[in-house]
């Protein structure tokens, strides 16, 4: 069956230092991921999307990576801030497909 | 410009009663989506409409759920006879005309669903 996994259920790193989440897909054949961040009780925010023709996509201190040959997106926050601290989710979509198909998110602690 | 709004927040049914949970797109937005999340489990897609037209409803039980996006007034997520299992964070996105899942997808806060 189709799986998009996010292999770390929760990560904590040190402020200022980069967090790396992985998103990991199977059965599957995303031509856009997209990256969302979600904080309690409240509903996810968009942050990237990348298409499978991209390697990378940057957007201030995020960074977003799409290797088709790994079948894996990384996203780094570098220079991480406590306020970082959230639920980063990977979504992806096929070609055609209507719905986006969500992992179920790494929760990243940025420790003071 | 508001945002996608959701009501109610919180709704609290007993088994065999109805829930009816409301979306309002963000103005100019004609795309609406539904999706449920589960504890612990991700975002579950269930049903993509337009202006009274349901384009994908691929992830809707068969029964006793219904949705429908009017020509005016929000969207409504109908869920009849609800039993426990339907116990539930309910998230609403919208999205401008021309586009559909190949852009941003705004969410609403949310509507969660608690089944006595």
């Known amino acids: 069956s189709q799986k998009i996994e996010q292999n770390s259920e929760a990560l904590n790193i040190q402020e200022g230092k980069t967090a790396t989440l992985t998103c990991n897909y199977t059965?599957?054949?995303?031509?856009?991921l997209q990256w969302y961040r979600q904080d309690p009780g409240r509903g996810p925010v968009f942050l990237l999307l990348?298409?499978?023709?991209?390697k990378e996509k940057r957007k201030e201190r995020l960074k977003v990576t799409f290797d088709t040959t790994l079948k894996q997106s990384l996203f780094h926050i570098t220079a991480s801030q406590p306020a970082d601290s959230a639920t980063y989710l990977c979504?992806?979509?096929?070609?055609?497909?209507?719905?986006?198909?969500f992992g179920t998110g790494t929760r990243l602690t940025v420790i003071p | 410009n508001a945002g996608v709004m959701q009501n109610p927040r919180h709704l609290v049914r007993r088994r065999g009663q109805e829930a009816r949970l409301r979306c309002s797109p963000m103005?100019?937005?004609?795309?609406v989506y539904w999706y449920r999340q589960l504890p612990e489990e991700g975002l579950k897609f269930m049903v993509y409409?337009?202006?009274?037209?349901?384009?994908?409803e691929s992830g809707m039980p068969k029964e006793r759920f219904s949705a429908e996006f009017p020509k005016e007034g929000p969207s409504i997520l109908r869920i009849q006879q609800v039993v426990r299992g339907d116990s539930a964070a309910y998230f609403c996105?919208?999205?401008?005309?021309?586009?559909?899942?190949?852009?941003?997808?705004?969410f609403g806060p949310g509507t969660r669903l608690t089944v006595l």
């Open positions: 996105a919208s999205s401008p005309p021309g586009t559909g899942f190949y852009n941003e997808q705004f």
């Open positions: 059965n599957y054949s995303p031509a856009y």
């Open positions: 990348i298409r499978e023709n991209e």
């Open positions: 979504a992806g979509q096929e070609t055609g497909a209507n719905n986006l198909f």
């Open positions: 103005k100019g937005h004609s795309h």
């Open positions: 409409l337009q202006k009274e037209n349901i384009i994908d």
